[in-house]
């Protein structure tokens, strides 16, 4: 929680977007409440805020979208429930009986999409308040439609939310993770067991490979923040997102890792199944290990702020990062039996994962 408040405050990121959305939301209730409860007394001004919150969402054409639902479902739940006191004459449980199951079961309809459930608890609220006339069915509707409009247009026009931001910051992360996890490896087949930790890894490659998963996510979200985003062009968003080639090739570096980071784990341990390769193979593959994560920090570098344009990199990193692998093959010809079998393919993969990091985007 330490971290999270001091990320939103210092840089802009996932952290102050949730700050941002949360005294939004905040500010349309309060604004719904001085509207319906204060200046115009309604009978159940609650309704105005309680809309408000709900729709200030991650985007300005989901506030829309879920607004024209809610509002609908809302409308269904209101006048279902003022329609059973009047036929109970405000018996309160019978008119639960004849509301909550049917507004319970239409709320599943999947044209409500996630706002269904609103029409069973305001049923609940009309029912429990105790008046079926038709002015305060029509002043609960008007609540609703003063907390629609507030909770839209506060989230459309004040900081309306675009992000372009997610992708980048997604992709950066993952690229980052990655390097640090190929200097963790490196470091560690130096050590005298360096295969102890080969199970670690595997689950840390793993793991990023999981949070890669979240980019297309991202771009969906980045593309339905552009629309029906009246303010989108006012605001300073940053650079676009990177093309969808970049999600691609960062796929193929996560599978590269893995295979590299599963075949480890297969032959380190005490219950390994195969023989490792040599002591001499590993160091020269801590070599190649290194230097590509060097190649592949200056890969993200163009995904973080200040960190150029894809392309414009330095190439001494990848020069010699490609020394390490010619130098790797020269050892793998001195492995003999089962462990040239995994040593190939430790080298087989090393190849193609520094190929794609050097790969021009």
Known sequence: ???????????AGPERDTLVRSLKAAGAAIV??????????????????????????????????????????????????????????????????????????????????EQGLFG???????????????????????????????????????LPPVHLRSVRDRL??????????????????????????????????????????????ARSWAME???????????????????????MRWGRVSSRVLAVTRTLSGVGGDDAELPGPSPRYLADLADVLDGTARVCEQAAAPLFPGGGRAGERDTTAADGAWDSVRSLAGTFHLQKGEAAAVSGELLVETRQLLNELTRSP
């Open 172 to 217: 950066g992360r993952f690229a980052r993770g990655t390097s640090e996890l190929l200097d963790t490896m490196a470091r560690g087949l130096r050590e005298e067991d360096g295969l102890d930790g080969a199970a670690s890894w595997h689950g840390e490659a793993t793991r990023l490979a999981l949070s890669l998963q979240g980019v297309a996510e």
């Open 225 to 247: 923040g552009a629309r029906l985003n009246p303010a989108r062009r006012l605001r300073r968003t940053g650079p676009p997102p990177p093309p969808v080639s970049e999600d």
């Open 32 to 113: 719904a409440w001085a509207l319906t409860g204060w200046w115009l007394h309604a009978p159940m001004a609650l309704l105005a805020p309680w809309t408000a919150v709900a729709l200030v969402c991650g985007t300005v054409y989901r506030s829309l979208r879920t607004g024209l639902q809610q509002c609908a479902v809302i409308a269904l739940g209101t006048v279902w429930a003022s329609a059973s006191m009047a036929i109970t004459r405000d018996q309160t449980m019978a008119a639960m009986l004849l509301t909550v199951p049917f507004m319970t079961l239409i709320g599943t309809y999947r044209r409500f999409g």
């Open 1 to 11: 929680m330490r971290r999270s408040v001091h990320s939103a405050f210092e840089e």
């Open 120 to 158: 069973a608890t305001t049923a609940l609220f009309v029912i429990t308040a105790g008046s079926s006339s038709a002015a305060t069915v029509g002043h609960r509707l008007l609540e609703t439609v003063i907390g629609a409009v507030v909770g839209i247009s506060v989230n459309a026009l004040v």
